[in-house]
């Protein structure tokens, strides 16, 4: 009897460190929680995303032909200037255009030369009369096989690596076509 009397209260202790122990850990882990993971605040914005607010109209501002007041004194730069300073589609450039899937383009980079990239996705086309969405698919995946060949791994790495090629493809496929093509939208992007 003795010798159970001695095993609990060597137990006792060991128990009673446990549950301390257990304790200031979850403690520790709610405190950084509360600390690290705001859930009320909102998920920050990437700054090439955001649009810039209009500002109020001049009531004294004469309309141009397309009925749209212009304030006296205040031109707007041409639609090439804005589309080349525009990363993201506006809503207003999505009117009129045809999402066409491209062929999935497979590459080597230049450097390492051993990588491959594999890209797939679909350009948002304005349709014109003399050229099908197709055409101008074709012709915007060429330019874009042609400039994966030039990146570097180092090019591509990270999110902010992500979002520069996107941009660069971007800026490539409304060159390539004259602005026919506004966007191009990445549904698949492996490097291997």
């Given at each position: 009897m003795a010798?159970q009397?001695?095993?609990?209260?060597?137990i006792?202790?060991?128990?009673?460190?446990?549950v301390?122990?257990?304790v200031?850990?979850l403690?520790?882990?709610?405190?950084?929680?509360?600390?690290f993971?705001?859930?009320?605040a909102?998920?920050?914005?990437?700054v090439?995303?955001?649009t810039?607010a209009?500002?109020?109209?001049d009531p004294?501002a004469k309309?141009d032909?397309?009925?749209?007041?212009?304030e006296?004194?205040?031109?707007?730069?041409?639609p090439?200037?804005q589309?080349a300073?525009a990363?993201d589609?506006?809503p207003?450039?999505?009117k009129d255009?045809?999402?066409?899937?491209?062929?999935?383009?497979t590459?080597?980079i230049?450097m390492?030369?051993?990588?491959w990239?594999?890209?797939?996705g679909?350009?948002a086309?304005?349709p014109?009369?003399?050229?099908?969405?197709?055409?101008v698919v074709q012709?915007a995946?060429?330019?874009?096989v042609a400039?994966v060949k030039?990146l570097?791994l180092?090019?591509i790495?990270?999110?902010?690596?992500?979002?520069?090629?996107?941009s660069d493809l971007?800026?490539?496929?409304r060159?390539?076509t004259?602005?026919?093509?506004r966007s191009?939208?990445?549904?698949g992007?492996?490097?291997e």
């Amino acid at each position: 009897m003795a010798d159970q009397e001695k095993a609990k209260s060597g137990i006792m202790p060991l128990v009673l460190g446990l549950v301390i122990v257990t304790v200031i850990g979850l403690g520790a882990g709610f405190g950084l929680s509360k600390m690290f993971f705001k859930p009320d605040a909102a998920p920050p914005q990437p700054v090439a995303a955001a649009t810039p607010a209009k500002p109020a109209a001049d009531p004294h501002a004469k309309p141009d032909a397309h009925g749209t007041a212009k304030e006296p004194g205040k031109e707007e730069p041409p639609p090439e200037t804005q589309a080349a300073a525009a990363s993201d589609l506006n809503p207003a450039d999505l009117k009129d255009v045809v999402i066409t899937p491209f062929p999935p383009i497979t590459a080597n980079i230049s450097m390492p030369e051993t990588v491959w990239i594999r890209l797939e996705g679909s350009m948002a086309v304005k349709p014109n009369e003399g050229t099908k969405p197709a055409d101008v698919v074709q012709l915007a995946s060429n330019k874009i096989v042609a400039y994966v060949k030039t990146l570097k791994l180092v090019d591509i790495q990270g999110p902010v690596g992500f979002l520069a090629l996107s941009s660069d493809l971007n800026e490539i496929v409304r060159s390539a076509t004259d602005g026919q093509a506004r966007s191009i939208l990445i549904s698949g992007f492996i490097v291997e």
